[in-house]
């Protein structure tokens, strides 16, 4: 079975920085995704990380703690465009993705 | 035709009904995936097929049944339609069976009354 949690809802301002938490616990785990899904819109790749450290990818990075069963998804210089659910998901020893529900950030200006 | 494309967009239909999602991806991929979507409770994995030929079943398969005949294609069935199908599903596809990104179509949603 999973368990991964995140939270709901986050609210932050236009330039400044957000980072989405992410915490899971699951039979196994063979790396982790992060996925970006504006509304009504299909989630799309953001980052993936299989080993402990950052992943910078311009304005985003993700981190992760297998130790931990940690993640979090940094979101820097926030623009209007990033309003958006970030999906984290796992994938476990049958290398099927088991997602969580999502956290909707909102960027106020 | 680039990357997954799913029909219809939306439809509502009657519950009893037979409904076939459709689901096609020109990226030569060999593993695709079914989820469904609702609030509160994120993307569930309903069935997926490695390769062509193969397919077995996800976290909520009950009432859905797909195929694989061909890379391309992945239809998802449902045989009897009812309200709690409500919802809105997505197909995706990767590389290689769990080794790879998955990218997913616009979704279809689906209403059942």
């Known amino acids: 079975g999973q368990n991964i949690d995140q939270p709901t809802e986050m609210t932050a301002t236009e330039g400044a920085i957000v980072q989405i938490n992410c915490t899971y616990q699951?039979?196994?785990?063979?790396?982790l995704f992060w996925y970006q899904q504006h509304a009504g819109e299909a989630p799309t790749f953001l980052s993936y990380?299989?080993?402990?450290g950052l992943e910078e990818k311009g304005r985003f990075s993700s981190f992760l703690s297998r130790s931990k069963g940690y993640s979090y998804l940094l979101l820097k210089e926030l623009q209007m465009k990033d309003s958006a659910s970030y999906l984290c998901?796992?994938?476990?020893?049958?290398?099927?993705?088991?997602f969580g529900a999502g956290t909707t950030v909102t960027v106020r200006a | 035709i680039a990357g997954i494309t799913q029909a219809p967009t939306s439809q509502i239909l009657a519950a009893g009904r037979r409904m076939t999602l459709r689901c096609t991806q020109d990226?030569?991929?060999?593993?695709m995936y079914w989820y469904r979507q609702d609030l509160g409770l994120g993307l569930r994995l309903i069935h997926y097929?490695?390769?062509?030929?193969?397919?077995g079943k996800g976290e909520v398969p009950d009432g859905y049944s797909v195929s694989r005949a061909n890379t391309d294609d992945f239809p998802l069935t449902l045989a009897s339609a009812v309200p709690s199908q409500t919802s809105v599903y997505f197909c995706?596809?990767?590389?290689?069976?769990?080794?790879?990104?998955?990218?997913f179509g616009p979704g279809t949603r689906l209403t059942v009354l």
């Open positions: 995706a596809s990767s590389g290689l069976a769990g080794s790879d990104t998955q990218y």
């Open positions: 699951t039979s196994g785990f063979n790396g």
């Open positions: 990380n299989v080993l402990d």
């Open positions: 998901a796992v994938r476990e020893n049958d290398y099927k993705l088991s």
């Open positions: 990226m030569r991929h060999n593993a």
């Open positions: 097929s490695n390769t062509a030929g193969t397919t």
